[in-house]
């Protein structure tokens, strides 16, 4: 798939533990958006690696839902539980490099622990399990089951110091081991962790450039120096902002009266939403109304705010007043 690649090559990854709301389906547009008007293409995959969250029946609905946006695609979808294979090949290739161990900690125990927490919230590894013994990993493994970490380099090598520049947010600087430390490539229920799977999804489904929602801005270290590892191109990343309550509260799938299926009910229409949407990021006129097509030729990363979209009365007034 890879060799098809001569351009940019974005993706939607839509993760079926709900319907999309307009934060998913902001992120989803500016990422349609950047690879169309480079003249590139779209990938879709379903992230329902996680027993979680897999569902076939919500993961349509999110599939309808693009499509009722008008947001296309050229390949796909791939579904990551389909996957196991090329992510079991890679965890081995890190395995028989000697990059990974085997960790024990409980989720209670890493987040009781003193260590602070990385960007993205996830606890910074302390290195607990990184010098077990072997005898101690027997033992220890005939009581539990253990994830796997991926070891990164101390804090003064230069290996672990990751830069990279993204779209919108300019040059980003992360060192590893004081930022997130040693980080989980498999969780202990054998369930691959989504910083490999989505490393190893993009560099073989051909993405050269990955947009989502600037939450996860701090991931993007832990996976370029994965996609390093195992050999890959790193793509180009573009981080959007959130859409956020007027507390700041980022919106969630559970505020079911800002899904699309709810909106859609109420009679809202898809060039209603995408430019509603458009409007409050700086990518259109107020009072647009618009299919993602018309707003191609448009189309800057140097128009898109930086700061987060509060959806407050005036942004839910201009989506759902009436037609005139």
């Given at each position: 798939m890879g060799e098809k690649n001569q351009g940019v090559r974005g993706r939607f990854a839509p993760t079926p533990s709900g319907r999309m709301h307009l934060g998913n389906a902001f992120a989803a547009l500016v990422a349609w958006l950047s690879a169309r008007a480079a003249g590139g293409e779209m990938v879709l995959r379903i992230e329902d690696l996680d027993p979680r969250a897999a569902n076939r029946e919500r993961a349509e609905a999110l599939i309808e839902d693009l499509r009722w946006l008008g947001l296309d695609w050229d390949e796909g979808p791939y579904w990551q539980s389909e996957?196991?294979?090329?992510?079991?090949?890679?965890?081995?290739?890190?395995?028989?490099?000697?990059?990974?161990?085997?960790?024990?900690?409980?989720?209670?125990?890493?987040?009781?622990?003193?260590?602070?927490?990385?960007?993205?919230?996830?606890?910074?590894?302390?290195?607990?399990?990184?010098?077990?013994?072997?005898?101690?990993?027997?033992?220890?493994?005939?009581?539990r089951p253990p994830?796997?970490?991926?070891?990164?380099?101390?804090?003064?090598?230069?290996?672990?110091?990751?830069?990279?520049?993204?779209?919108?947010?300019?040059?980003?600087?992360?060192?590893?081991?004081?930022?997130?430390?040693?980080?989980?490539?498999?969780?202990?229920?054998?369930?691959?962790?989504?910083?490999?799977?989505?490393?190893?999804?993009?560099?073989?489904?051909?993405?050269?450039?990955?947009?989502?929602?600037?939450?996860?801005?701090?991931?993007?270290?832990?996976?370029?120096?994965?996609?390093?590892?195992?050999?890959?191109?790193?793509?180009?990343?573009?981080?959007?902002?959130?859409?956020?309550?007027?507390?700041?509260?980022?919106?969630?799938?559970?505020?079911?009266?800002?899904d699309l299926g709810a909106l859609r009910e109420r009679g809202v229409s898809a060039e209603r939403v995408v430019g509603t949407l458009a409007a409050a990021a700086g990518l259109a006129e107020p009072g647009c109304e618009a299919t993602p097509t018309e707003l191609v030729s448009a189309f800057s990363w140097s128009r898109l705010w930086r700061e987060d979209i509060v959806v407050n009365e005036a942004l839910l007034a201009a989506l759902t007043k009436p037609r005139t």
């Open positions: 996957r196991g294979e090329a992510y079991a090949d890679a965890i081995a290739r890190l395995d028989a490099a000697g990059l990974t161990y085997p960790c024990f900690c409980s989720r209670a125990e890493l987040h009781a622990a003193s260590a602070p927490h990385a960007s993205d919230g996830t606890p910074i590894y302390a290195g607990t399990c990184r010098g077990l013994s072997a005898d101690e990993v027997a033992r220890r493994t005939a009581q994830a796997t970490r991926l070891r990164v380099p101390n804090a003064a090598d230069p290996a672990g110091t990751i830069e990279f520049l993204d779209l919108r947010y300019g040059t980003n600087r992360e060192v590893l081991a004081s930022e997130c430390g040693d980080f989980l490539v498999r969780r202990s229920d054998g369930v691959v962790a989504y910083q490999l799977a989505v490393v190893v999804d993009d560099a073989l489904m051909g993405v050269t450039q990955v947009v989502r929602g600037r939450d996860l801005l701090g991931s993007c270290a832990r996976q370029i120096y994965l996609a390093g590892l195992l050999g890959f191109d790193a793509p180009q990343y573009g981080h959007v902002p959130l859409l956020v309550a007027p507390d700041g509260r980022r919106l969630a799938k559970r505020e079911k009266d800002l």
